[in-house]
């Protein structure tokens, strides 16, 4: 048994900073990781599907430039090339976390998949053969979430794609069948329609998006249509089989209605569950909720002295962001001192649709189902000076206000640097700054931001 100060299960946004804070703090560190350093974000969520997407914008933006007085013929993609330079970034940050954590003398790297043998102790199933048995008084997890793969006839029997699987492709797939219409099957859906592949898209309840304001929803929904995506709700698929030239033939429910449509692919992108199963958390007594995420209090422990979860595998938001600033709660505490929680703590995030969806704080949704004495406001992009100018109209600004405070209670911004712009709303709500105070600030012209004098000054009309 090798006992150290701290062990963390998994090299994610919490677990590997969290790993070089605790040995700066001269804490002798262990931590395990069973696949890659730098957990979803680096290998297969933002770095490489933010690189790619930035590929299917210049198609997008060759194929449509003909209004801008800019004509391009014959621009072709070239898939392999835009792989390499996913890999090629995604190792660079992959190679340089892991050298990180390697060159740290108070820190041992391991290679293999974690389970608990008792409340403080860890066996570790090495990769490259044997195990390990590890002891500390302090235990971080931070082992993320995985794919859930629906229970579907034939689904097993084809060589469906998860969006892991998917960022490997180097030949366009000619026909892709999307299941789930949230931010994972969005992103890739339009990804591959504008490398030219064909997209349909299922999602299960009656609208993309279920947890937005139907507004925004609808916006995001006309975008993806008017870009060929056939999007279909109160859809499920029912069987999958193969033809003899390899195709697969999918039977589909579509809103009670049984069609059958052959494709190329299948995105599997219904949700994604908690990696607890492996842990054998029993062993520990770590408590867990009906879905099987680890249960916290504010300062992310768990009800064992001792053990704590950040990230994705906790529940909540299943954002780097909030794995991040999980760590900086945590070693604040412990390290500093400090007594932070995660009570009250902003929880923006971006869908990265081009345009991106920005969103903070509470909903309009939200705000009614809190009984709330709100207002909304809503502008349209096409009555944006600087979306007018850059030509790309789509989308709205919607900001929820308190009516009494007029503090900004949230915001959605679906429109090109969405996410940007919400960032803004999100300083104002920081530093409770009400919304009759910016709809009065000098911004600089032509920018986004400016539009919010705008979208505020709605509130008077």
């Not at 869908?351 to 009984?371: C, H, W, Y």
Request: hydrophobic share 40%.
């Amino acid at each position: 048994m090798k006992v150290y100060d701290v062990i963390v299960i998994g090299s994610g946004q919490a677990g590997s900073p969290l790993a070089r804070k605790m040995a700066k703090g001269g804490k002798k560190v262990a931590i395990i990781e069973k696949r890659w350093v730098g957990g979803t974000c680096v290998n297969d969520g933002c770095t490489p599907t933010k690189t790619m997407i930035a590929s299917a914008r210049a198609a997008y933006l060759a194929g449509r430039c003909d209004n801008l007085g800019v004509h391009i013929d014959g621009f072709r993609i070239n898939m392999p090339q835009i792989k390499k330079r996913k890999d090629d970034i995604v190792m660079h940050s992959r190679s340089g976390n892991q050298k990180s954590l390697e060159d740290d003398p108070n820190i041992n790297l391991l290679f293999g998949e974690a389970s608990f043998t008792g409340p403080k102790s860890v066996r570790v199933k090495l990769n490259e053969g044997g195990t390990e048995e590890l002891q500390a008084e302090w235990v971080f997890i931070n082992a993320g979430l995985q794919t859930v793969v629906p229970d579907v006839d034939g689904l097993q029997n084809i060589d469906y794609l998860t969006s892991t699987s998917i960022l490997e492709l180097e030949t366009v797939p000619d026909h892709i069948l999307v299941i789930g219409g949230n931010y994972i099957g969005l992103e890739f859906g339009q990804m591959f329609r504008r490398f030219g592949s064909q997209i349909t898209l299922l999602e299960r309840g009656p609208r993309i998006m279920s947890h937005e304001d139907e507004d925004i929803a609808t916006e995001v929904n006309h975008i993806l249509e008017e870009e060929g995506i056939a999007i279909h709700g109160n859809a499920q698929a029912k069987k999958f089989e193969k033809n003899a030239d390899g195709k697969i033939l999918a039977t589909l429910d579509l809103g009670g209605r049984t069609e059958q449509l052959e494709v190329s692919h299948v995105l599997v992108a219904a949700g994604r569950e908690p990696q607890t199963k492996a842990l054998n958390l029993d062993a520990a007594g770590i408590a867990v909720d009906d879905k099987g995420y680890i249960k916290v209090n504010e300062k992310l422990q768990t009800n064992v002295p001792g053990v704590y979860a950040l990230g994705d595998i906790k529940g909540g938001p299943a954002f780097t962001h909030i794995s991040y600033n999980d760590f900086t709660i945590v070693w604040r505490n412990l390290l500093q001192g400090e007594d932070l929680t995660t009570n009250g703590r902003p929880l923006p995030y971006c869908m990265f649709t081009d345009p991106q969806l920005g969103r903070v704080g509470i909903s309009e949704n939200e705000a009614k189902q809190q009984g709330l004495n709100y207002r909304v406001a809503v502008l349209k992009m096409e009555n944006v000076a600087r979306a007018v100018e850059v030509g790309e109209t789509r989308g709205l600004m919607k900001a929820v206000v308190d009516a009494d405070t007029k503090q900004i209670l949230g915001a959605a911004i679906l429109g090109e640097e969405g996410g940007e712009i919400m960032t803004v709303l999100q300083m104002a709500m920081e530093g409770g700054i009400t919304y009759d105070r910016i709809r009065y600030c000098i911004f600089a012209h032509p920018t986004y931001s400016e539009s919010l004098n705008n979208l505020f000054m709605k509130l008077d009309d």
